[in-house]
Antibody, heavy 121, light 110 residues
Framework: QVQLVESGGGVVQPGRSLRLSCVAS????????MYWVRQAPGKGLDWVAV????????YYADSVKGRFTISRDNSKNTLYLQMNSLRVEDTAVYYC??????????????WGQGALVTVSS | QTVVTQEPSFSVSPGGTVTLTCGLS?????????PSWYQQTPGQAPRTLIY???TRSSGVPNRFSGFILGNKAALTITGAQAQDESLYYC??????????FGGGTKLTVL
């Protein structure tokens, strides 16, 4: 059974950094595109970033471009989200998710349980 | 800025059929947008129902079906059950690697 487990969430002050991790299991991690999606308290889903199976292509939402970096280590079955210059409006549950296939035109099929990031002074 | 539109709310009677839609603020939705649908109950992670317009995710009952209806993507629930009361989100691939979620439809079964 596909499993995605996020970690690294917490409370951080505006302007600071935080790194989320997502450990994947029960599938061949290196064969799938991976996503980060977030959900602010009481709000809808908000796509953040996607990375191809081999890390060769990456796309970001305009709201995080230049501040967030998605990456992956296929040898460790782990997806990362480095979040810099955090803002109050970045407060959300961050979900790690796996795509149906390997590249960008592949919707999300599996979701993790999420990690809460709170940006507050 | 692409906006993906969904009905804010919908209600259906138990056993009834309901169709939720997913459109674009400008233009028509087609299969090339890879429309996909997700169900979310409060406090839980989303669950994938349908991807690539009409492919049911593993374990999803066949009373959930996806298709293109006119200029929108659509999700039909046939024989609605109390457990279907949830938020439903669609997502579209709008520009290469960019994905945009709709605002979600709150479905009430009563």
């Amino acid at each position: 059974q596909v499993q995605l487990v996020e970690s690294g969430g917490g409370v951080v002050q505006p302007g600071r950094s935080l790194r989320l991790s997502c450990v994947a299991s029960a599938f061949t991690f290196s064969s799938y595109a991976m996503y980060w999606v977030r959900q602010a308290p009481g709000k809808g889903l908000d796509w953040v970033a996607v990375i191809w199976f081999d890390g060769s292509n990456i796309y970001y939402a305009d709201s995080v471009k230049g501040r967030f970096t998605i990456s992956r280590d296929n040898s460790k079955n782990t997806l990362y989200l480095q979040m810099n210059s955090l803002r109050v409006e970045d407060t959300a549950v961050y979900y790690c998710a796996r795509g149906v296939g390997a590249t960008f035109k592949t919707p999300i099929e599996y979701w993790g349980q999420g990690a809460l990031v709170t940006v507050s002074s | 800025q692409t906006v993906v539109t969904q009905e804010p709310s919908f209600s259906v009677s138990p056993g009834g059929t309901v169709t939720l839609t997913c459109g674009l603020s400008s233009g028509s939705v087609s299969t090339r947008y890879f429309p996909s649908w997700y169900q979310q109950t409060p406090g839980q992670a989303p669950r994938t129902l349908i991807y690539n317009t009409n492919t049911r995710s593993s374990g999803v009952p066949n009373r959930f079906s996806g298709f293109i209806l006119g200029n929108k993507a659509a999700l039909t629930i046939t024989g609605a059950q109390a457990q279907d009361e949830s938020l439903y989100y669609c997502v579209l691939n709008t520009d290469g690697g960019i994905w945009v979620f709709g605002g979600g439809t709150k479905l009430t079964v009563l």
